[in-house]
């Protein structure tokens, strides 16, 4: 029987997630963090429109990114082509549709009186919810067709050891669409113009934990060897993505609001969230992508010959085409060390009853902005170029003013967090820097994201193949 052709790369997903990235997801940034640094009056929208920022940076911006990368890398990686090609574009207008269409009609609510326009765009909300629902459950079918429909022969073993965290971020994905979907529809039948809280909060601990950063460790241990020259992994891939999988249950568990043995789960998640963010730094160590002390196998330089030879390319080069993207990989994983310290630091002291004051906006940032966006950026500016079969980024200067707005712009959004109000109080001077700088990171995030987008777009569209 003849083999079944590798679907293509799509584009289109970059495109969407750095649209909606950019005219969403940072835009209401730039102002949520304008208001806040410059203490500007908040305004009847403000607790919508950070409900709405969360839910576009999260599936529109990362998710997306992940969405359209993992449907080329995935099938690559497991040797099993997708079984359904035509779905893959389908899928991003199901979801872009709906991060669209939340945006307009959420963002709208808070300015209506009870009346009829409110009714009609509360339940115009709850229907962007379905239509990402189904987005996330075919590009689910789509993935699982290509994880687990493959015959045992074809099951490649580096595969293999990274499919747990691919596993997780299918759980992941399927549980923060169903929440969100339901939240949005409890809004409108209550008549509410944010959806419930608690569920909320929990629903974003879940796609950190399980979608997120998962996600980014099966790439990181399949894609770097090769892209930045570290060793192939030895290690005990699988194992370590059970224990951070356990640690995380045990967090996430006191999150929850249906959880009985809240009393006792408290002791638990201390552990879990130690457990976990101890795995995190287990596995920075492990792919020494940040000391860079091991030494690069004999598989090491086998993989990337045999990759070379699939991919027609001349040799693998040192990378300086893409100019300066590693910066962004580096500054991604200190940014993760940072945050897990900070998590493994919280859970100790919390189980000898002693408070370690870090504000959990902190901590979330820290991942999501510090990590996971500088991963974005790094990999779209090394990896889509190939993708697209050109051979270099258009702009490497571009790539370096990216990296430092985005860099600036993580450390401004979590400085006047971290500073002791004590400090903030007695040192004006400091106070009053740390605020300018809260309330300019989103509009550096947004600018850092129009050149990402400038870099990318020009490369597809001027250089030649
Ligand atoms: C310069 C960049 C950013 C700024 C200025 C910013 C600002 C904010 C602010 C002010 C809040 C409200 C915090 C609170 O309630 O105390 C917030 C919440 C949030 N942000 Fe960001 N953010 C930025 C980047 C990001 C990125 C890159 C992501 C994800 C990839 C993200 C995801 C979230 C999430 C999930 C929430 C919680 C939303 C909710 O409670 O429903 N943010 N952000």
């Not at 493959?150 to 399927?174: C, D, E, Q, T, W």
């Amino acid at each position: 029987m003849p083999r079944a052709k590798q679907a293509e790369f799509q584009i289109g997903y970059v495109w969407m997630a750095l649209a909606t990235a950019i005219f969403g997801g940072f835009a209401l940034a730039g102002h949520l963090a304008f208001l806040i640094g410059f203490n500007r009056p908040l305004g009847v929208g403000f607790a919508s429109h950070i409900q709405i920022h969360g839910h576009l940076q999260l599936i529109g911006w990362a998710g997306l990114f992940i969405i359209g990368i993992s449907l080329h890398f995935i099938p690559r990686l497991s040797s099993a082509p997708i079984s359904q090609p035509h779905w893959i574009p389908r899928l991003l207008w199901l979801i872009g549709t709906g991060l669209a269409v939340r945006f307009i009609s959420h963002s709208a609510l808070p300015y209506f009186d009870d009346g009829l326009f409110f009714v009609l765009f509360s339940w115009i909300a709850a229907a962007s919810g379905l239509l990402e629902w189904y987005g996330v459950l075919l590009y689910l079918s789509l993935i699982a067709s290509t994880i687990f429909g493959i015959s045992k022969a074809n099951r490649k073993p580096p595969f293999l050891a990274v499919r747990p965290y691919f596993g997780m971020m299918m759980i992941g994905f399927l549980l923060y669409a169903t929440i969100h979907a339901v939240l949005l529809l409890q809004m409108a039948w209550r008549g509410n113009v944010v959806v419930g809280q608690t569920w909320n909060e929990a629903s974003i601990h879940i796609f950190i934990g399980l979608v997120l950063l998962p996600v980014a460790f099966g790439f990181s241990i399949r894609a770097f060897p090769l892209y930045l020259r570290l060793p192939v992994p030895d290690w005990a891939v699988q194992r370590v993505a059970y224990i951070y999988f356990v640690g995380l249950l045990c967090q996430i568990g006191e999150i929850l609001p249906i959880n009985p043995f809240y009393d006792v789960w408290v002791h638990i998640a201390n552990v879990g969230m130690s457990l976990k963010a101890g795995s995190i730094i287990y596995l920075v160590w492990k792919l020494d992508i940040l000391l860079h002390i091991q030494e690069s196998s004999i598989a090491h330089r086998d993989l990337q010959s045999s990759s070379d030879h699939r991919q027609g390319r001349r040799t693998i080069t040192d990378g300086s085409e893409f100019g300066r993207f590693a910066w962004h990989i580096y500054a991604a994983y200190g940014w993760l060390v940072l945050a897990a310290l900070a998590e493994v630091l919280i859970g100790s002291f919390g189980l000898f009853q002693v408070r370690f004051a870090i504000s959990s906006d902190v901590i979330q940032h820290t991942y999501l902005f510090g990590f996971v966006t500088n991963l974005i950026m790094g990999v779209s500016v090394r990896m889509v170029p190939g993708f697209l079969k050109k051979r270099r980024v258009a702009s490497a200067r571009l790539v370096d003013v990216t990296f430092w707005l985005v860099n600036i712009a993580v450390l401004g959004r979590v400085l006047l967090l971290l500073l002791p109000s004590a400090l903030l109080e007695g040192a004006v001077v400091i106070g009053t820097i740390a605020q300018a700088a809260f309330g300019l990171s989103g509009t550096l995030g947004l600018l850092a994201t129009v050149c990402l987008a400038i870099n990318l777009w020009r490369t597809v569209y001027s250089i030649s193949a």
